[in-house]
C-alpha cells in the first residue's frame, strides 16, 4: 500500500509543471472551472474584508484570485505539488499580491500545527487526492475558524472506475499517486462530530460542493 509520503511525493510528479501550466492558460481562458465556481458562490455572500484563506490544494490559485479581488485580506496556499505552487506564486507577482499571497509546499495534514488559523478554509477537489480522509478533514476542523468550503467526488461504482482510470495511468508513468473515492457519509460525518454545520450543497457531476460554517 503506497504509504502517505509516497503518496504526496508522486502528486508533486503528477501535478507538474506542464500540468500546471495547461491549467493556467485555461483559467486565463475561460476563468475557473465549474466546481471551483460552485465553491465561489457558495462563499459569494460572505462578507471577505478583513478576512483570511487558507487554500488546500489550490492548483494555480483561481480561489485565492477570487478571494483577494474581493477584498480579502491574505491567502495562504498549501500544496503538495510545486509546478502549482510555482505557477500560482507567478500570478500573484504578476498582480501585486505578493505580500498578501503565501506559498507552502508539503502535505497539508503534516504540516497544519506550523500554520496559522484561517477564517476560511478551502479543498477543492482535494480530499479525492488523499489517502487518509479523516486525517486531512480534522486538520482542516482545526485550522478554519469559520467556513470550510470543499468539493469531492460522488461514491459508487461509477466513481471507482474513473478513479481506477487515474490509477492505471499514475501506475503507467511509473508515480506512486492514485485518486480515492471515499464514502460521502463518513466524510459528512467528519464535520458533524468536529462541531461544522452544513451551510450550503450543490452537485456538478460527479462532484459534491459543499460549505459548512462551524457552530
Not at 84 to 99: C, D, F, K, R, S
Not at 127 to 153: F, H
Request: aromatic share 12%; glycine share 8%.
Amino acid at each position: 500500500m503506497t504509504t502517505i509520503k509516497e503518496h504526496c511525493c508522486g502528486a508533486d510528479l503528477f501535478f507538474d509543471e506542464k500540468t500546471a501550466r495547461k491549467q493556467y492558460r485555461q483559467y486565463l481562458k475561460k476563468g475557473p472551472g465549474k466546481v471551483t465556481t460552485r465553491m465561489i458562490r457558495h462563499l459569494g455572500p460572505i462578507s471577505l474584508s478583513e478576512k483570511s484563506l487558507l487554500d488546500i490544494g489550490g492548483g494555480i490559485g483561481a480561489l485565492q484570485w477570487w478571494f483577494l479581488e474581493k477584498g480579502g485580506k491574505e491567502t495562504t496556499a498549501v500544496d503538495a505539488s510545486s509546478g502549482y505552487l510555482t505557477q500560482a506564486e507567478t500570478h500573484a507577482g504578476q498582480h501585486g499580491w505578493g505580500e498578501r499571497a503565501r506559498f507552502v509546499f508539503g502535505d497539508f495534514a503534516e504540516i497544519h500545527m506550523q500554520l496559522e488559523p484561517a477564517d476560511i478554509l478551502t479543498l477543492d477537489k482535494v480530499v479525492c487526492c488523499y489517502p487518509d480522509y479523516q486525517m486531512i478533514l480534522e486538520s482542516a476542523c482545526q485550522k478554519s475558524t469559520q467556513y470550510i468550503s470543499l468539493s469531492y467526488p460522488m461514491d459508487g461504482i461509477l466513481s471507482k472506475i474513473v478513479a481506477l482510470v487515474g490509477l492505471i495511468s499514475a501506475r503507467w508513468k511509473g508515480i506512486s499517486f492514485r485518486p480515492y473515492i471515499h464514502p460521502v457519509s463518513k466524510i459528512r460525518q467528519v464535520f458533524e462530530q468536529h462541531g461544522w454545520n452544513r451551510i450550503n450543497h450543490s452537485f456538478a457531476f460527479p462532484w459534491h460542493v459543499e460549505t459548512y460554517q462551524k457552530k
